[in-house]
């Protein structure tokens, strides 16, 4: 036996089989053992599932899990992991569903044995097993157990468990493609699901509501504002999901907010549509839903997730409905994606491709991030290329084909054609380069590679169709080049060009058909019919030298093995050769051949792929794909918006709480009221607050308690006495104003702010809380404080200018209510002449990229000697550059500008001492300016410091514990960038400015003006 030496082979076969081979080496003799495995196959794993130990059970159910992650078949395990479905132990239990789960729908008949273990499993009081419970259940495919699928699902969507809730939306789908008839019965529970407060919940019934019943647009009408405020706290996917939904919605329920843009692609019928649609709105303004402002607002914050899936949506939802001035929110989101692997670079730049077909100006700060990479793939570069080409204008050009000529030098072949047909597209958009671009092209004629050489061909025979006359030179150039190119599409684009433009070059063209004549037969199927078509063209225009030649080309096209180019042989032939039998038609070859044909439009494979919604298969494809829904024209008048609106309990009416949480300091207020029992307490604040609740819930209230509630509130209207209570303590960081008699609604909305007019926080809380009125038509009640100062007027038409018309005008600082991004601007006119001014308005409003104006209502009339006041909104997207526009009369019109100093550019925001150090913590190196400057003698105390730079900036005053620091703070009106200031007093009227901001060039500007006010 020693002497014996083995080698052991082993080798699998298809049917299973070991083979095992013992040579031996001394005698030559091989015995081959070949058995089947199956029998025998995982006998340690069932013993051990077998056992009476859940040790052994859990170690043999971690191994087959691990088997089944692995991708091996366990299948035929399937018998003895069954029979541990009801194991005490839950560790065991959770993995014996998960196997389950997995095997169920292919070991049908084993699984319906222990249905009944399953069921009992949906009471279990374990969330995790009632839920793996469901999910093994609606993995059965037997039509049999539909009742008791569905009884499970609606007794899950009851269900405390949210997880358990969860796993019941991800069965509804399963049961309604078992069985399609259950779709009334699932929309009742999909209902009820919808109106789940869990943010688990909320992706997957909206996952199953897509599945099941997209149509019913009506479902999401009551849970509409929910989803918008769940949005940022719900799983990724379902984050996905959700928006997408939101994106269809939006589109049947709100109007188009760029109704009043006109694209320059779009054909007559569709501008004459949209002139329409603009006079419409020219007589009813467009003002944005506040629901449409809420679902962008809210998604916003998610153009920052790690997922590129969600940025992905967001961007499709912007895109989708969002003002055409907002949108370019998303290009910065997008471009970061382009870091991403080459799967996500691929989805990212077949979206970026069609949105700058419609949306260029957004992409073209990033032209450099399109740039290509040797390492990027085929795929990915000819992506970038088509962004590079749809992006390029006269500004770029040269930058772009600079980088194109380096492109050609590549060994990616498919990528110099790519390359070579954007230089094409680039010279036909834009005439001033074409000739450059031809130019470079003929040069490429003389390349070594053949492949180069034919692309340029064929994109300099598009181009020649637009100058013919202009480039015969290049024509005999290229008439050279049929003894050499041998690429099919290559010659046919030079003989269709000769015969085209024959009359350019009539000493070549006929040896060329002598030459193509010689080698017909060898031709390939598309060069040989431009060789007819150059033989047809020259007999009509020089039959005497092309007589011969012709019939020569026709007779050996009698008898090709195409019959596509028998067929074009014949037809010519009767065509230009009559006969008798000829009909009239050959009185018509010169019209038929020798018309004057259009030049080609280079076109984008991108521009007509936006009627799919971004981001879908059907996008990505360029063709309609299986479940895909289209995505709805906007509605051409506003549906009902109250269809959104919550209906509002009873017990909430009567006397409210309302907490303000954006203020930084933290006070308690009581309007004066006349309730039984009220006391000037803080507990009494909370009685009051209990009562009133207890009392509006007891049922309605009868005519006479409503007119003496009436009759109360008259007379605390016509009280001016405010009663200031206790602070409360910081850490409850709110502010608590009870309201007599007012209805709040149930529905979360933004909590009202408090709007300084022209205001900021003193350190002393009593001085800050002087002057506050509560009445009924204004809810955020305005803090009025010392700090008073006029507003600065600035002239916008002399009276001299404007002949006799005076316009001044000045920022209000307070918050222009059709869009909190636009700056408030209050105009006042002044009719110094003798006649009546009629018709004042805007027209031909002239702005930067990214601006946007809110004109002021035209005023009909303004008398002579009388004044007038507008308010109109411009959004100058946090810069001081001017918005220039007409101002017109009746008969006259005046060029006018309004340029913001940066300290308008801003709004107040309340901080807190400790939230004023984090943020500013958060903003240092070069986001910080400081600046040392004296003082002068009369701003030398804080109440002058706060006065002078609250007029150089609208900002609100930080509460600050030390005497010699006053500290301001506000975001920009446009981005909400916070701008942080501090002033540090030193002794002799030595001080320091600190300004903190998130965009350099706002601190730079506010540093300057905060100096010269300070320091004047």
Same mark, same amino acid.
């Given at each position: 036996?020693?002497?014996?030496?083995?080698?052991?082979?082993?080798?699998?076969?298809?049917?299973?089989?070991?083979?095992?081979?013992?040579?031996?080496?001394?005698?030559?003799? /091989?015995?081959?053992?070949?058995?089947?495995?199956?029998?025998?196959?995982?006998?340690?794993?069932?013993?051990?599932?077998?056992?009476?130990?859940?040790?052994?059970?859990?170690?043999?159910?971690?191994?087959?899990?691990?088997?089944?992650?692995?991708?091996?078949?366990?299948?035929?395990?399937?018998?003895?992991?069954?029979?541990?479905?009801?194991?005490?132990?839950?560790?065991?239990?959770?993995?014996?569903? /998960? #196997?389950?789960?997995? #095997?169920?729908?292919?070991?049908?008949?084993?699984?319906?044995?222990?249905?009944?273990?399953?069921?009992?499993?949906?009471?279990?009081?374990?969330?995790?097993?009632?839920?793996?419970?469901?999910?093994?259940?609606?993995?059965?495919?037997?039509?049999?157990?539909?009742?008791?699928?569905?009884?499970?699902?609606?007794?899950?969507? %009851? @269900?405390?468990?949210?997880?358990?809730?969860?796993?019941?939306?991800?069965?509804?789908?399963?049961?309604?493609?078992?069985?399609?008839?259950?779709? @009334?019965?699932?929309?009742?529970?999909?209902?009820?699901?919808?109106?789940?407060?869990?943010?688990?919940?909320?992706?997957?019934?909206?996952?199953?509501?897509?599945?099941?019943?997209?149509?019913?647009? @009506?479902?999401?009408?009551?849970?509409?504002?929910?989803?918008?405020?769940?949005?940022?706290?719900?799983?990724?996917?379902?984050?996905?999901?959700?928006?997408?939904?939101?994106?269809?919605?939006?589109?049947?329920?709100?109007?188009?907010?760029?109704?009043?843009?006109? @694209?320059?692609?779009?054909?007559?019928?569709?501008?004459?549509?949209?002139?329409? +649609?603009?006079?419409?709105?020219?007589?009813?303004?467009?003002?944005? !839903?506040?629901?449409?402002?809420?679902?962008?607002?809210?998604?916003?914050?998610?153009?920052?997730?790690?997922?590129?899936?969600?940025?992905?949506?967001?961007?499709?939802?912007?895109?989708?409905?969002?003002?055409?001035?907002?949108?370019?929110?998303?290009?910065?989101?997008?471009?970061?994606?382009?870091?991403?692997?080459?799967?996500?670079?691929?989805?990212?730049?077949?979206?970026?491709?069609?949105?700058?077909?419609?949306?260029?100006?957004?992409?073209?700060?990033?032209?450099?991030?399109?740039?290509?990479?040797?390492?990027?793939?085929?795929?990915?570069?000819?992506?970038?290329? &088509?962004?590079?080409?749809?992006?390029?204008?006269?500004?770029?050009?040269?930058?772009?084909?600079?980088?194109?000529?380096?492109?050609?030098?590549?060994?990616?072949?498919?990528?110099?054609?790519?390359?070579?047909?954007?230089?094409?597209?680039?010279?036909?958009?834009?005439?001033?380069?074409?000739?450059?671009?031809?130019?470079?092209?003929?040069?490429?004629?003389?390349?070594?590679?053949?492949?180069?050489?034919? *692309?340029?061909?064929?994109?300099?025979?598009?181009?020649?169709?637009?100058?013919?006359?202009?480039?015969?030179?290049?024509?005999?150039?290229?008439?050279?080049?049929?003894?050499?190119?041998?690429?099919?599409?290559?010659?046919?684009?030079?003989?269709?060009?000769?015969?085209?433009?024959? *009359?350019?070059?009539?000493?070549?063209?006929?040896?060329?058909?002598?030459?193509?004549?010689?080698?017909?037969?060898?031709?390939?199927?598309? /060069?040989?019919?431009?060789?007819?078509?150059?033989?047809?063209?020259?007999?009509?225009?020089? %039959?005497?030298?092309?007589?011969?030649?012709?019939?020569?080309?026709?007779?050996? +096209?009698?008898?090709?093995?195409?019959?596509?180019?028998?067929?074009?042989?014949?037809?010519?032939?009767?065509?230009?050769?009559?006969?008798?039998?000829?009909? +009239?038609?050959?009185?018509?070859?010169?019209?038929?051949?020798?018309?004057?044909?259009?030049?080609?439009?280079?076109?984008?494979?991108?521009?007509?792929? !936006?009627?799919?919604?971004?981001?879908?298969?059907?996008?990505?494809?360029?063709?309609?794909?299986?479940?895909?829904?289209?995505?709805?024209?906007?509605?051409?008048? $506003?549906?009902?918006?109250?269809?959104?609106?919550? *209906?509002?309990?009873?017990?909430?009416?009567?006397?409210?709480?309302?907490?303000?949480?954006?203020?930084?300091?933290?006070?308690?207020?009581?309007?004066?009221?006349?309730?039984?029992?009220?006391?000037?307490?803080? =507990?009494?604040?909370?009685?009051?607050?209990?009562?009133? =609740? &207890?009392?509006?819930?007891?049922?309605?209230? =009868?005519?006479?308690?409503?007119?003496?509630?009436?009759?109360?509130?008259? *007379?605390?209207?016509?009280?001016?006495?405010?009663?200031?209570?206790?602070?409360?303590?910081?850490?409850?960081?709110?502010?608590?104003?009870?309201?007599?008699?007012?209805?709040?609604?149930?529905?979360?909305?933004?909590?009202?702010?408090?709007?300084?007019?022209?205001?900021?926080?003193?350190?002393?809380?009593?001085?800050?809380?002087?002057?506050?009125?509560?009445?009924?038509?204004?809810?955020?009640?305005?803090?009025?404080?010392?700090?008073?100062?006029?507003?600065?007027?600035?002239?916008?038409?002399?009276?001299?200018?404007?002949?006799?018309?005076?316009?001044?005008?000045?920022?209000?600082?307070?918050?222009?209510?059709? !869009?909190?991004?636009?700056?408030?601007?209050?105009?006042?006119?002044?009719?110094?002449?003798?006649?009546?001014?009629?018709?004042?308005?805007? &027209?031909?409003?002239?702005?930067?990229?990214?601006?946007?104006?809110?004109?002021?209502?035209?005023?009909?009339?303004?008398?002579?000697?009388?004044? $007038?006041?507008?308010?109109?909104?411009?959004?100058?997207?946090?810069?001081?550059?001017?918005?220039?526009?007409?101002?017109?009369?009746?008969?006259?019109?005046?060029?006018?500008?309004?340029?913001?100093?940066?300290?308008?550019?801003?709004?107040?925001?309340?901080?807190?001492?400790?939230?004023?150090?984090?943020?500013?913590?958060?903003?240092?190196?070069?986001?910080?300016?400081?600046?040392?400057?004296?003082?002068?003698?009369?701003?030398?105390?804080?109440? +002058?410091?706060?006065?002078?730079?609250?007029?150089?900036?609208?900002?609100?005053?930080?509460?600050?514990?030390?005497?010699?620091?006053?500290?301001?703070?506000?975001?920009?009106?446009?981005?909400?960038?916070?701008?942080?200031?501090?002033?540090?007093?030193?002794? &002799?009227?030595?001080?320091?400015?600190?300004?903190?901001?998130?965009?350099?060039?706002?601190?730079?500007?506010?540093?300057?003006?905060?100096?010269?006010?300070?320091?004047?």
């Amino acid at each position: 036996m020693q002497s014996l030496k083995h080698d052991f082979i082993t080798r699998s076969t298809p049917s299973a089989c070991f083979c095992v081979c013992f040579i031996n080496k001394t005698n030559c003799a /091989v015995d081959y053992f070949c058995f089947l495995f199956s029998p025998h196959r995982h006998d340690d794993l069932k013993e051990m599932l077998d056992s009476n130990k859940d040790s052994l059970k859990l170690e043999a159910m971690k191994r087959i899990v691990a088997m089944i992650a692995r991708g091996k078949n366990a299948s035929d395990l399937f018998p003895a992991v069954v029979k541990n479905v009801a194991c005490k132990n839950i560790e065991v239990k959770k993995l014996v569903y /998960v #196997y389950l789960v997995r #095997y169920a729908e292919e070991q049908q008949d084993l699984a319906l044995l222990s249905i009944s273990t399953f069921q009992r499993g949906l009471k279990d009081p374990n969330q995790l097993i009632r839920a793996s419970a469901l999910r093994v259940l609606s993995s059965i495919r037997v039509t049999i157990i539909v009742p008791i699928m569905m009884l499970a699902i609606k007794e899950a969507a %009851s @269900d405390m468990s949210p997880y358990v809730r969860k796993t019941a939306a991800h069965a509804i789908p399963k049961l309604y493609s078992l069985d399609p008839e259950q779709k @009334d019965q699932l929309i009742e529970v999909i209902e009820k699901l919808l109106a789940d407060k869990t943010t688990l919940v909320a992706g997957s019934v909206v996952m199953a509501f897509e599945e099941v019943c997209p149509e019913r647009i @009506d479902l999401i009408h009551k849970n509409y504002r929910k989803l918008c405020n769940l949005l940022i706290d719900v799983e990724e996917w379902g984050q996905v999901v959700i928006i997408n939904m939101l994106t269809r919605y939006a589109r049947t329920q709100f109007l188009n907010p760029n109704i009043n843009d006109e @694209d320059e692609d779009d054909d007559e019928k569709e501008k004459e549509k949209k002139a329409e +649609a603009a006079a419409m709105a020219k007589r009813k303004p467009y003002v944005m !839903d506040p629901d449409h402002r809420l679902l962008l607002r809210n998604t916003k914050p998610l153009l920052q997730s790690r997922n590129a899936a969600v940025v992905m949506a967001v961007a499709q939802l912007y895109f989708h409905l969002a003002p055409k001035a907002e949108v370019g929110v998303i290009a910065k989101a997008l471009v970061r994606l382009l870091r991403s692997h080459s799967e996500v670079q691929f989805v990212v730049l077949q979206n970026v491709a069609t949105m700058t077909i419609k949306r260029r100006g957004m992409f073209e700060p990033y032209l450099k991030s399109f740039y290509i990479r040797s390492t990027d793939p085929t795929q990915i570069k000819v992506l970038k290329l &088509e962004v590079l080409t749809n992006l390029a204008n006269e500004t770029n050009i040269s930058t772009i084909l600079r980088e194109f000529q380096t492109y050609i030098k590549s060994m990616d072949k498919d990528f110099v054609a790519a390359t070579i047909q954007a230089i094409g597209r680039c010279a036909t958009n834009i005439g001033e380069v074409r000739d450059t671009c031809l130019n470079g092209l003929v040069q490429l004629l003389s390349n070594r590679d053949e492949l180069v050489v034919a *692309e340029s061909v064929v994109v300099i025979k598009k181009l020649l169709q637009m100058q013919p006359e202009k480039h015969s030179d290049i024509i005999k150039h290229m008439a050279k080049l049929t003894d050499n190119i041998q690429v099919p599409m290559a010659r046919a684009s030079i003989l269709w060009l000769i015969g085209e433009y024959c *009359e350019h070059v009539p000493k070549i063209a006929p040896d060329v058909l002598r030459k193509m004549a010689k080698s017909f037969t060898n031709e390939e199927d598309i /060069v040989k019919l431009q060789i007819i078509n150059l033989a047809a063209k020259l007999y009509l225009t020089n %039959s005497k030298q092309t007589k011969l030649l012709t019939q020569y080309v026709l007779n050996l +096209a009698k008898y090709d093995q195409n019959y596509d180019i028998r067929d074009r042989a014949r037809f010519i032939r009767q065509l230009i050769v009559p006969t008798e039998k000829s009909g +009239a038609l050959s009185k018509y070859a010169k019209k038929l051949f020798l018309a004057l044909k259009p030049a080609p439009v280079l076109e984008s494979p991108f521009k007509d792929r !936006d009627h799919f919604q971004l981001g879908s298969l059907s996008h990505l494809l360029n063709a309609k794909a299986g479940g895909y829904q289209e995505l709805p024209d906007w509605p051409e008048a $506003a549906p009902d918006p109250s269809v959104r609106n919550v *209906e509002v309990k009873e017990s909430v009416r009567a006397v409210g709480t309302v907490t303000y949480r954006d203020t930084g300091a933290l006070w308690v207020f009581r309007g004066p009221q006349k309730m039984e029992g009220s006391e000037e307490s803080d =507990s009494a604040t909370a009685s009051d607050s209990r009562s009133g =609740s &207890e009392e509006s819930g007891s049922g309605s209230e =009868s005519e006479s308690e409503e007119d003496s509630e009436s009759e109360e509130e008259e *007379e605390e209207k016509k009280s001016k006495k405010k009663e200031l209570k206790k602070p409360v303590q910081e850490s409850e960081r709110c502010v608590c104003v009870q309201f007599a008699g007012l209805s709040l609604p149930v529905e979360p909305a933004p909590s009202p702010q408090v709007t300084p007019v022209n205001t900021l926080l003193s350190n002393s809380l009593v001085t800050d809380l002087e002057g506050l009125s509560l009445s009924d038509s204004v809810l955020s009640p305005a803090v009025s404080t010392p700090h008073v100062f006029a507003l600065k007027n600035y002239e916008l038409l002399h009276r001299i200018t404007g002949e006799g018309l005076t316009v001044e005008y000045c920022f209000s600082r307070q918050p222009f209510s059709p !869009d909190a991004n636009m700056v408030a601007v209050q105009l006042q006119f002044t009719n110094n002449s003798s006649s009546d001014t009629k018709s004042l308005h805007m &027209e031909d409003v002239k702005l930067q990229s990214g601006m946007r104006v809110k004109e002021f209502p035209e005023i009909e009339l303004l008398p002579a000697g009388e004044t $007038a006041s507008a308010v109109m909104g411009i959004d100058f997207c946090d810069s001081t550059q001017a918005a220039n526009f007409q101002l017109c009369t009746h008969t006259k019109k005046f060029f006018v500008s309004i340029q913001p100093p940066v300290g308008e550019l801003m709004r107040t925001v309340f901080l807190t001492e400790n939230e004023f150090k984090k943020e500013q913590g958060q903003l240092m190196g070069m986001n910080e300016i400081t600046e040392k400057l004296t003082l002068d003698a009369r701003c030398r105390n804080e109440h +002058a410091i706060v006065q002078r730079v609250t007029a150089a900036a609208n900002l609100s005053r930080v509460p600050c514990g030390s005497d010699k620091e006053c500290r301001f703070a506000g975001r920009t009106v446009t981005s909400s960038s916070l701008v942080l200031v501090t002033v540090a007093t030193r002794e &002799e009227g030595a001080a320091q400015l600190t300004v903190n901001c998130e965009k350099m060039v706002i601190g730079t500007m506010l540093v300057k003006d905060i100096l010269l006010a300070l320091t004047q």
